[in-house]
């Protein structure tokens, strides 16, 4: 009989990836809103930015519609052009899409294996933001991500599959934190009316965007522990 308290117990690389997850948490979330040192992210935020517009894209293809256009700004906006596609999907996929994307960059940043493929995929990814882009900007940081990535497979192991590694954690981390850092900011800090959460709560009207956001939020977060739970289970 299989037993599920010794399937979650972590081994010493499983311990070891704990520890870096962990690290990386409170690095993200001391540096998110910190003047000077924020920039540190900005790249990492602009990633972030296209698997959110990049999960409105696939959402709206998958529901029958057509994406016209993916465009990212430097102040750390986007916007995904569409016709059609059923807009209950739509909406949420931003945030939840960016945040299913975090759950699995940690579930696969447990294995070495597992994280150059999670690579190879993130790059595919950035592929399809870079046929959909409208704006240099978008082009330029698509290209600047493939590009590192693809040089990363270079790198002679261990150190090619330690920096594999730690790229898709940090990456599997700021995706999960982005959508509560976001939503929180948009919806308490700033209250944008034209959130991904107030659109939702003007098509559905039986909760305020701050609930919708509430509810996104707790789902990411959900996704980023069943991503780790998985992780530890899996990759012994």
Known sequence: MLDPASDLRPD???????IVIGVF???IMFLWNLPGLRAVLYPFKVLTVAFHEAGHA???VLTGGRVESITLDPDLGGLTMM???IQSCTLPAGYLGSAL???LLLFLGF???ASK???GCVAGLLVLVLIWAKTWFTRGMSLLFIALIIAAYFIPDPAGAWVMRLFILFLGVMCGLYAVFDIFEDLVMR???ESDASKFAELWGCCPAQGWGLVWALISLIFMAGGVLAGLAFFK
């Open 58 to 60: 696939l959402a709206c």
């Open 83 to 85: 016709r059609g596609g």
């Open 191 to 193: 209250k944008v009316n």
């Open 12 to 18: 010493h690389w499983q311990t070891v990836t704990l």
């Open 111 to 113: 294995s070495t294996l």
């Open 25 to 27: 948490l409170l690095v």
């Open 117 to 119: 493929i999670a690579a």
């Open 101 to 103: 994307i975090g759950a």
